[in-house]
């Protein structure tokens, strides 16, 4: 079921529809061999490196399908959001999503929680041997177990801190609202410096900084431009003390029922654009940071490294817990792979 952007329903009478239509959906064939349309929702601005890899998605297949199969892209969330496009993916109500990596723990699959300890990785490129070796291709596959279907990992670099203050170590964070993800990691995270956290969808997080509800976030600089969160906060803190990474993921019904040949299209097309998408994803990130240098928009900091040793050793028992939760053997294999290609 298409719905053209300017007659969208509200969500939550769009899921209920997609709910009562799913099992048509599955009795009837859904995708002609002439000519279908995938239906992609995500939640950030066309000129991010998520936005810009999907672009270049959607114009590889259609390039070399000739028009025969086209990609519809929401961005912005504006199907769905943080808190449902997953439930929309599961009810068929989209084909396609590129969620955050934070968004796969909440639903079942908390060994993605990995990716948002904080002070894990030392580079994206160390992040990228991860999810390009067995340990990505094993995390992809644990997805069938509700069957999704994961098609692949890209990455948007490192977040940083941004307030009305400089966020440098633990006491600056004391007593702030700081709006996060729905991952239990990154509230502990928050919690291990002082903060309260607060889970809010992404594009409600603006809002929220602007009317005083939340009084910071961690972002990439790419997505705090994009945003104009440049307006509504007076300081960024460059701590890069956590990685956001996405996947792409369908499900299992939408997959199966497409032809072998349209399967290899469709794959081959997303490979392509997340190589892209890597590739932009530093530029895009020190292309805002020269621009908000430029404009003077918001206060640059650098915290020393004393301050980052300070954040990391109050944020230590972040990883145990997590070790706790999900059994050491996990943790233990990420620090050994990264270990061996440092």
Known sequence: MFLPASTVLPRRRWLQTAAATALTTLSQPSLSASAMTIRLSHVVARDTPK??????????????????????????????????????????????VAPSLSKFGPIGFPE??????????????????????????TLLQGLNRQRLMGLGFFDNGFKHMSANKPLLEPRDFRGLRMRIQGSRVIAQQMRSWGALPVVLPFSETRRALETGVVDGTENPVSNFWTQGMQAVQSDLSLTGHGYLGYAVVTHQRFWDNLPPKDRNLVQGALDDALVFGNEIADAQNDKALAALHLTGAANIHNPSPAQTQMLKKASAP???????????????TVQNALRKTS
């Open 112 to 137: 993605f929680e990995l990716f948002d300890l904080p002070f894990l990785f030392d580079s994206v490129e160390a992040v990228r041997r991860l999810t390009r070796g067995t340990i990505g291709r």
């Open 318 to 332: 972040v990883h145990v817990e997590l070790a706790t939760r999900i059994g050491p053997d996990w943790l233990n």
């Open 51 to 96: 936005g810009m890899a999907l672009e270049r998605f959607r114009s590889l297949v259609e390039e070399r399908s000739q028009n025969r199969i086209r990609v519809q892209i929401y961005p912005q969330g504006q199907l769905y959001g943080d808190h449902d496009e997953m439930q929309a993916l599961q009810l068929g109500a989209v084909d396609m």
